[in-house]
């Protein structure tokens, strides 16, 4: 059985800092190609960063040079480094696997507001 449990979401001021981790299990987790998307209320779910099985990433616009993701195959995870965080990073974060077909987690939720 496929699981992909995200954690690390919260509540934090902006210009603060999160890190989201995304522990897999069910699948041969290094062949993977890795993601994390969000959803805010209302709107459609968005690609945030990907990581393919080989390191190469790529980020939304709006997240690049301040969103960091990483993956560590010993572990089976995959982290979100979220800094000067904005009101409008707040969503539904989701980790997601890709080979073949698409896995999802079931979502942390982040916030970020004075």
């Known amino acids: 059985q496929v699981q992909l449990v995200e954690s690390g979401g919260g509540w934090m001021q902006p210009g603060g800092s999160l890190r989201l981790s995304c522990a897999a299990s069910?699948?041969?987790?290094?062949?993977?190609?890795m993601g994390w998307y969000r959803q805010a209320p209302g709107k459609q779910r968005e690609l945030v960063a990907r990581?393919?099985?080989?390191?190469?990433?790529n980020y939304a616009s709006s997240v690049k040079g301040r969103f960091f993701i990483s993956r560590e195959n010993a572990k089976n995870t995959v982290y979100l480094q979220m800094n000067s965080l904005k009101p409008e990073d707040t969503a539904t974060y989701y980790c997601?696997?890709?080979?073949?077909?698409?896995?999802w987690g079931q979502g942390t939720r982040v916030t970020v507001s004075s």
């Open positions: 990581i393919t099985s080989g390191g190469v990433t």
């Open positions: 997601n696997g890709y080979r073949f077909r698409d896995y």
């Open positions: 069910g699948i041969m987790f290094s062949m993977y190609d």
